[in-house]
């Protein structure tokens, strides 16, 4: 009998099901719905995302796997941790999977996990935090919490919006610092920018406009790095007159860098200052 | 009668076609085949590419326009000039259209281009230059080259080729810097390997068992940085006992960033050096 590494003291209880059960419909809504109460869970898609909400210690609610696609050693042992840690265990078969996968190389294992839930005020001891507004492409946003968890920034505070944290692109583009990274959002960048200036963070705006740039920038914490929607940038509600306005240097013929890759540099730029 | 900014002195001759036209054979055969003739061409397919490809003056083949699509006054402007520029120019139905460009926000406007050829030699005299070996994903190609075009890097050498630099993605991801950022190949690593020892370069290698971080490199130009494949990083080939390996510190729970990102931060980082 394997060992799981729950504390359940007995095995679990495995239902072989169709694609029609109410525990598929589940996983299809969180999948494509963002309403309540889908917001909360998240889909773990492929080994990784797995493996690291497992790590994170994300409570499972369902765990369905297919044996066809299970075969490496480390495979084998995610699935048996899951069995420990899911509450529902379910076999599905290869057909079922497909239609649930959006893997083009299916792992064989899909679970339903608690997304971690946090308030701003859970990040305000952070020395850098970087700050969303209104992004809307799922994949940028996981690219940023992918390059948070790597410069060791343990924040990230959307503004307006536009993407829940749960979307399947957000958590497959993060490889799963989405389940590392607290997030938190606001309503509106005034609330956002109050909050900021109450916990005393220095403010660095995103923008082309900006006289200081990258290679120039000596940077106060705890500091707070603004990145403005891909199609317009911050928006003017951040700018005060006494703002600090940073920038990328842009030599050819573009004229910005996407924005996960921006943010990506500044938020390395700010880490190797703050862990000199 | 519109203005054209060609050389042509009369009107050009537009033809109606449908989606049997052997003209958009020629498009769909660019799209998905690496094939020769078709790697020395690409298809143009959104404002962006448009612009760049004739700011970048590469030569038009064929235009392709449906008027339904076409509003606003950019956009007519960026017709009228394609219609200068264009051996061949054809109208066709927003049906035909749809079917032939890959965008969800299709601008009426498709082009058939000569992509920029170029080989190893042409770049020797770059003070930067990246190494692209073996990498898989065109998005990845197209982030390294729209952020060499924003550096002012002008050379990119792909080794170990995996992607046709004419790929729909790669250009897309590019935001048209594949038309500014001269790129040529190698079929191995040995050969590269050589042409920059012998061309001066000092040769970095991205990679997570390096013993020096980001922060604390100083490079010498001119500077040359490899980035392996997303799956294998560097090969061992690269290795020969006085290598300058380097690396991004990697704080949180992931092993590596996304190798657009990460040739992105080192390509700035040296850059700022080079420019400052």
Chains 1, 2 share one sequence.
């Not at 909400?53 to 048996?80: G, R, V």
């Not at 001891?125 to 799922?138: A, N, R, S």
């Amino acid at each position: 009998m394997a060992k799981f590494d729950s504390n359940r003291s007995t095995a679990p209880i495995i239902r072989e099901i169709g694609f029609s059960n109410p525990a598929i419909a589940v996983v299809r809504k969180i999948l494509t719905s963002g309403a309540k109460p889908y917001d909360t869970q998240c889909v773990l898609d492929g080994y990784w995302a797995l493996a690291k909400a497992a790590d994170a210690k994300m409570p499972i609610h369902s765990f369905f796997f297919c044996d066809e696609f299970i075969e490496s050693e480390t495979a084998l042992a995610l699935k048996q941790r899951y069995l420990g840690l899911a509450e529902e265990c379910y076999s599905v078969s290869a057909k079922t999977f497909e239609k649930l996968s959006d893997r083009d190389d299916p792992c064989g294992m899909i679970a339903v996990a608690d997304f971690p839930q946090y308030v701003p005020d859970d990040l305000k001891k952070e020395p850098i935090l970087v700050i969303m507004e209104h992004l809307e492409t799922p994949g940028n946003i996981g690219t940023i919490l992918r390059t948070c968890d790597g410069a060791g920034i343990h924040g990230a505070l959307a503004v307006n919006q536009k993407v829940r944290f749960t979307h399947p692109k957000l958590i497959k583009g993060s490889m799963g610092a989405a389940f590392s990274v607290p997030m938190a959002s606001f309503a509106t960048v005034s609330e956002c920018k109050k909050w900021l200036v109450d916990n005393g963070y220095h403010v660095y705006l995103a923008d082309t406009r900006a006289k200081k740039s990258l290679g120039e920038l000596t940077y106060q914490f705890p500091a707070a790095l603004v990145c403005g929607s891909e199609r317009y940038g911050i928006s003017p509600e951040w700018l005060d007159g006494h703002e600090n306005l940073i920038k990328i240097p842009m030599r050819g013929t573009g004229d910005s860098l996407n924005v996960g890759v921006a943010a990506s540099i500044f938020l390395y730029d700010m880490a190797v200052q703050l862990y000199r």
